[in-house]
């Protein structure tokens, strides 16, 4: 399988896999209730949205798996989602002080597909918090915890709990939150 031929951790390949089969299952939800979407383009780029890991550890993993992915010959709407997946501005990577070089772009979601992939990547973290998809309150709270304590490690210091980057996060995670049944235990 391709992830492991990229020597990703099993941890890493793991969390790929389970974020491929949350993000096809609200891909399913929706596509049942007439949104237009291309569920294939959802597929391949969950399954790979972290294949960047294998170069690099930071936020700019999503620019390395996106043009590890447009190599291989995968279309473009696959690689662009897989490059949105970080859900952060360049304008605020900066701010927030983070000193990765790659991002020089918005990496923010455009496309239904793209914030599905989002939503599904911390849907995961979430779930493996025990925290149901449908709290949403806990949802807010544990997001917060989340982006601070990854923030704070990756520039040396938080962020503001109404920061835009988080609020990002969260207004997806709502905007899904009718879809969330088919994936809350
Ligand atoms: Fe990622
Ligand atoms: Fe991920």
């Known amino acids: 399988m391709i992830l492991e031929s990229y020597g990703l951790d099993k941890s890493i390949i793991d969390h790929s896999r389970s974020v491929a089969l949350l993000a096809t299952r609200i891909a399913d939800q929706m596509a049942l209730d007439g949104v237009k979407l291309d569920s294939r383009v959802v597929e391949a ?42 859900c952060i501005t360049k304008q605020e990577t900066k701010e927030l002080g983070f000193r990765d070089t790659y991002c020089d772009r918005d990496l923010v979601p455009v496309t239904v597909e793209d914030e599905i992939l989002v939503c599904a990547d911390n849907l995961y973290w979430i779930m493996a918090k025990g925290i149901d998809p449908l709290n949403s309150s806990a949802i807010v709270d544990f997001l917060y915890e989340y982006f601070n304590s990854a923030y704070e490690k990756a520039t040396g210091h938080g962020i503001k709990r109404n920061h835009p980057a988080v609020e990002r996060n969260i207004k997806i995670i709502h905007e899904f939150q009718k879809y969330l049944c088919c994936v809350s235990p």
């Open 45 to 86: 780029a969950a399954i790979l949205h972290d294949i960047g890991l294998a170069k690099s550890g930071g936020i700019e993993h999503c620019v390395a798996g996106a043009e590890i992915v447009r190599q291989l010959g995968l279309p473009n709407s696959v690689a662009d989602c897989i490059e949105r997946h970080e």
